[in-house]
């Protein structure tokens, strides 16, 4: 099993800045892609981005610019940098590991962005 844990969550004014972490661990092999979901009260859990092995990232349209993601040398952990957030923001950030086409979650982290 892969154990993933996300961190960095809190509460900002908007305009300002967060920055989350993940971290996995257990059998780890091979990592593939690392990516954040967010989840708003109401909502369906959306994509926010994605880094690969080979570092090529992906970005929702809704926080490209704003966002960044990236992944450390050993490639076991994620960040996310959150700049210029917004009150939309605000959700449950998870973090996810892909190996061997398995989706790992993290339990999430809350991010709240007032107004």
């Known amino acids: 099993q892969v154990q993933v844990v996300e961190s960095g969550g809190g509460l900002v004014q908007a305009g300002g800045s967060l920055r989350l972490s993940c971290k996995a661990s257990?059998?780890?092999?091979?990592?593939?892609?690392m990516d954040w979901y967010r989840q708003a009260p109401g909502t369906e859990r959306e994509f926010i981005a994605r880094?690969?092995?080979?570092?090529?990232?992906t970005y929702a349209d809704s926080v490209a610019g704003r966002f960044t993601i990236s992944r450390d040398g050993p490639k076991d952990s994620v960040y996310l940098e959150m700049n210029s957030l917004k009150p939309e923001d605000t959700g449950v950030y998870y973090c996810?590991?892909?190996?061997?086409?398995?989706?790992?979650w993290g339990q999430g982290t809350q991010v709240t962005v007032s107004s």
């Open positions: 996810g590991v892909w190996q061997y086409a398995v989706h790992y």
């Open positions: 880094i690969t092995n080979g570092d090529t990232t």
């Open positions: 257990g059998r780890i092999f091979m990592l593939n892609a």
